[in-house]
Structure formats: structure tokens, C-alpha cells
């Protein structure tokens, strides 16, 4: 198929090369000219401003996937791609945004016949390699025309052991994505997707911070344990029920710096723990756990204590977020 990726960042450049790879075409544009010259010398053809990009189509069905930071930036891209596209077209959210914003852009959308879709993608740097989990909302017609897109980004059925009860020929959610629901669904689930991993990364943080502080000046001199944090990160991913990728990227941080000093514990949020939280609120559901690692984020830009340390580490690992020094979180889109 034939594709048009805005944003070539360290998902957008990932997700067009994996594309290419499979043998899709990829039109590609970013306002930064050395990004669209490396995914050009990759085999994608580049176009200098949208409306170029709208323009350089062959297929008679364009759609375009935006892979920008989630608020404003994506408002205005799609605000501005719009008017060059006509009925039938499909726009992609492939970012962060929130779900709400995306009901709002199917129905503004649809009046003039363009098919919105929002797809929650989750892989962070790894995906190139590794293949996207993706989840997925919008109309079946759109996101069935574009399964040959999702199903060669996706991780495949690979090694995998299948589930209990699970017959006949593998279905998408067991190749890695998911049509989730209407407009808005996909990013649903990908806002409580990462709030639970707020809640995994949290408790692994306090356990590895507690067992940091064993050797402890104020415990009693015998019950002080001088424990090997890599070691313990390690046979944990062997055979234990906390096994999981996150504790491979701890694992990978504690191997290479035992005390994690690269790391000050400054621990940003996405925005999507917020968004989990409010729904939380707005449905009544209790969500204790998912809170409380959200507001132990806060606490991390005031005191910074080795469990912040390891969070960063994970952060880094997964998606390269590199620590800052002020608050960064994706706003809710607001309407022109």
C-alpha cells in the first residue's frame, strides 16, 4: 500500500522504515529537513510541505498517519493537511492523544466524508525490531482497508505460547493489534495501557529502593544486606512471576550502572496517567494503585531517591525519554 507518515521522530522514522521493509510505500514529511533527507536515503520519498505531501499520491485512497506529540502540534497538522484531502481519505492519529479530542475529529471528519482513525501505538524505540502493539478506533470500513498497514508494523504471532482456549487461525490481538471500537476507542486503551505501566514501573521502583536501603546505617548491624541490585533484577527475569520487558530495561540500566548515577530520579508523565486518573473519577472506579504512582511522580521533581532513579532508567529504556528539569505533559487538543 501507500502511505503518508508525518512526524519522523524516534516512532514516525521507525514505523516507515518497518513499513518499507514490508514492501509498502512510504511518503514522508517533517519540518525538519534532515529527518525527511534519512528516511529519503531509506527509500521513502519526502515531500517539503503537506500540501506537497497530498499531492504526491498515486493511490486513489490517501491516508495519511500522524505521528506527533500529542495536543496543539497534532491540532494544527491536521487542521492544515484537511483541506488538501478529499472524500474518502483517512487520517491516522498514531500518538498519544486523548480520546476525547478524537470523537471530536471523527465527527468533525465525517461531514466531510474523511475517515479518522486513532491508533494507540505502543513500542517505543524498539519498535523497528521488535513490531508495534497497536490499539485501534474508528470506522471498520477504514481500519479493514488498512490491515495490510497494521498487520505489517505489528509483532507477529511469534514465539509467543498461545493462550488456553484460543482455536482455528490466529486473530489479530494475537499478532499484536486490536480494533478496539468506534472513534477514540484506541487511544482509550492505550491511556489505561499506560497508566497500568505507571503502576508496574512504580512497584518495581519501591521494591528495588527498598531492597537498596538494606544496608542501612539506622538497621541493626545484622540484619544489614549489602544485595547485588543486578543480580536480583536478573534471576527475577528468569522463571518468576514479575518477569516482564520492563524489568529486562531495569535489569539492562543496573548491569551497566549499578548505583543508576547517569540518573538524577526527575521522573516526567506523558499526560496519559492524568487522563487515566480522570476516568477513573468520571466512571466512578477506584484506581488506587494507578494514582498513587502518578503522584509519586510529582514528589520525584521536588526529592529524588533511588526508585525515581530506576523509573528514569526504564522510561529511558523503552522509549529514550531523556530526563528534564520542568514539567512537560501533553495537552488536551483545543479547537480552532
Known amino acids: 500500500m501507500q502511505i503518508a507518515i508525518v512526524g519522523l521522530g524516534r516512532m514516525g522514522g521507525n514505523i516507515a522504515r518497518r513499513l518499507m521493509r514490508a514492501g509498502h510505500e512510504c511518503l514522508v514529511f517533517d519540518i525538519e529537513e534532515k529527518a525527511r533527507a534519512a528516511l529519503a536515503d531509506d527509500g521513502a520519498k519526502p515531500a517539503e510541505s503537506l500540501e506537497a505531501l497530498a499531492a504526491s499520491f498515486t493511490a486513489e485512497r490517501r491516508a495519511i498517519w500522524i505521528m506527533l506529540p500529542a495536543g496543539r502540534v497534532t491540532e494544527a497538522t491536521i487542521n492544515e493537511i484537511v483541506p488538501h484531502l478529499d ?3 483517512i487520517v491516522i492519529d498514531g500518538g498519544n492523544s486523548f480520546y476525547k479530542d478524537d470523537i471530536r475529529r471523527a465527527r468533525t471528519l465525517r461531514q466531510k466524508g474523511i475517515d479518522y482513525v486513532d491508533c494507540g501505538t505502543s513500542g517505543g524505540v524498539w519498535g523497528l525490531e521488535r513490531g508495534y502493539c497497536m490499539m485501534i478506533g474508528g470506522a471498520k470500513g477504514a481500519v479493514d482497508y488498512l490491515d495490510p498497514i497494521f498487520a505489517a508494523l505489528a509483532p507477529g504471532v511469534g514465539d509467543i505460547p498461545r493462550t488456553n ?21 484506541g487511544h482509550f486503551v492505550k491511556m489505561v495501557h499506560n497508566g497500568i ?35 536480583i533484577a536478573e534471576v527475577w527475569r528468569r522463571g ?44 466512578a472506579v477506584p484506581a488506587d494503585v494507578l494514582t498513587t504512582a502518578l503522584f509519586a511522580r510529582f514528589r520525584s521533581r521536588q526529592d529524588h531517591n533511588f526508585a525515581e532513579k530506576l523509573l528514569s532508567a526504564m522510561r529511558f529504556g523503552f522509549g529514550g525519554h531523556v ?14
Not at 165 to 185: F, L, N, S, V
Not at 324 to 331: D, E, M, R
Open 240 to 283: 518468576s512471576v514479575v518477569s516482564s520487558w520492563l524489568l529486562d530495561l531495569g535489569a539492562d540500566a543496573l548491569a551497566r550502572d549499578p548505583k543508576l548515577a547517569a540518573f538524577t530520579g526527575f521522573v516526567e508523565d506523558s499526560g496519559e496517567g492524568r487522563w487515566t486518573i480522570e476516568a477513573a473519577i468520571e466512571e
Open 323 to 336: 530526563e528534564g528539569n520542568a514539567q512537560a505533559v501533553p495537552t488536551k487538543a483545543v479547537p480552532k
Open 197 to 231: 505501566e505507571y503502576g508496574l514501573m512504580q512497584a518495581y521502583a519501591e521494591g528495588f529502593d527498598i531492597m537498596a536501603s538494606k544496608n542501612s546505617a539506622e538497621l541493626p548491624e545484622d540484619e544489614r544486606y549489602d544485595l547485588d541490585l543486578a543480580d
Open 87 to 89: 472524500k474518502g481519505d
Open 165 to 185: 482456549d484460543r482455536k482455528g487461525q490466529p486473530t489479530r490481538a494475537e499478532q499484536g493489534y486490536i480494533h478496539a471500537g468506534p472513534a477514540g476507542a
